[in-house]
């Protein structure tokens, strides 16, 4: 279940006027590539990093079974969420006080969010009223955002903010997956507006406004945001008509592609996160068809402020 590939994500608008895809350089081409693999694991994948350049990810086991992963920078740990009766887990995002946001599945079979703090403290996330409840990020403020479903099986947007759950569905659509929450509270993700299509990127401020997007180039209703650093820098992905996915990093209205190096002979990439460094991770489908976590370390602060 990757924050692209989960069916409650499968994501109008402001189109990008003036602004043209840079074919060269690509961001990518800037930083320093590692493929990294949990051991014995048949998939590993990276979704998230903080700006200590610790990464949070999943594994999965021969049986299908996905356990939450921690490298802290000795290499990656499993996540103990057996507290919370946790038979499957994700970690989707870590903040910079190693604070892990996820989801996990209980033996029933239904989803729970969780915060595994940096103090060993867990908590899980329900929204109230709601079932089947996911927990995609959380920041330094403790603002937690996600999915949880209606009791007619329907997925809704939630952020908690200061202990507090609201609804943040964008009006007009038909799924609004936050994906992403930075230190300002702005909340980036997917916005459906038509059935069988990706939909928009959308970028929520701290008051609610929301502005929607489209990569340029892109055919349309066929982009969402992924991920959004404290800098303006934003990662993205659009899908083309043969159903590729194209990643990309916006920064000040220009969009910039993000790869991996020829070398890693990847049919499949997906960037998944932007830290305050420039830092990206990810995973990919390698040449003998096993999905691996990626990681991207900038030389140097690439953004700026």
Request: cysteine-free.
């Given at each position: ?20 895809l ?7 081409a800037?930083l320093k590539?590692?493929s ?9 994948e ?6 200590l ?30 507290a919370?009766?946790a ?24 989803s729970h969010?969780?915060?595994h703090?940096?103090d ?16 995609y990020?959380?920041n ?24 507090r ?56 209703q ?11 820098g ?5 899908q ?13 209205a ?7 190096p ?11 996160t932007?830290?305050?460094?420039s ?21 140097n ?5």
């Open positions: 279940m990757s924050r692209i590939e989960s069916s409650a994500r499968v994501l109008a608008a402001v189109a990008l006027a003036g602004v043209a840079l074919a060269s350089p690509a961001f990518g800037q590539y590692q990294v693999d949990y051991p014995g694991a048949t998939a590993t990276v979704f998230a990093v903080n700006d350049r610790q990464y949070v990810g999943a594994e999965r086991e021969s049986d299908g079974t996905h356990y939450a992963l921690l490298n802290e920078g000795a290499g990656f740990n499993r996540i103990d969420l057996s919370l009766g038979i499957q887990s994700w970690a989707y995002s870590i903040n910079s006080m190693t604070d892990v946001a996820g989801t996990f599945i209980d033996a029933g079979g239904v969010g969780y915060v703090h940096a060993g403290s867990i908590e899980t996330i329900d929204f109230p009223g709601g079932n089947n409840t996911q927990g990020g959380v330094d403020r403790g603002t937690v955002i996600g999915l949880y479903n209606d009791d007619a099986g329907v997925p809704h947007a939630y952020a908690r903010i200061k202990g759950f609201m609804n943040i569905d964008i009006p007009g659509g038909i799924a609004t997956t936050p994906l992403s929450v930075n230190d300002s509270n702005e909340i980036v993700g997917g916005f459906q507006k038509t059935p069988d299509t990706v939909g928009y990127g959308f970028v929520r401020d701290a008051s609610g406004h929301v502005t929607l997007h489209q990569a340029p180039g892109s055919p349309d066929s982009t969402f945001f992924i991920s959004a650093n404290n800098r303006g934003v990662l993205g992905t659009w083309d008509a043969d159903g590729n996915y194209v990643n990309f990093l916006r920064k000040q220009k969009y910039y592609p993000v790869d991996l020829a070398s890693f002979e990847s049919s499949f990439t997906s960037a998944q932007i830290n305050d460094r830092d990206i991770v990810g995973y990919y489908v390698g040449p003998d068809g096993i999905v691996h976590g990626w990681t991207g370390w900038a030389k602060s690439l953004l700026g402020r």
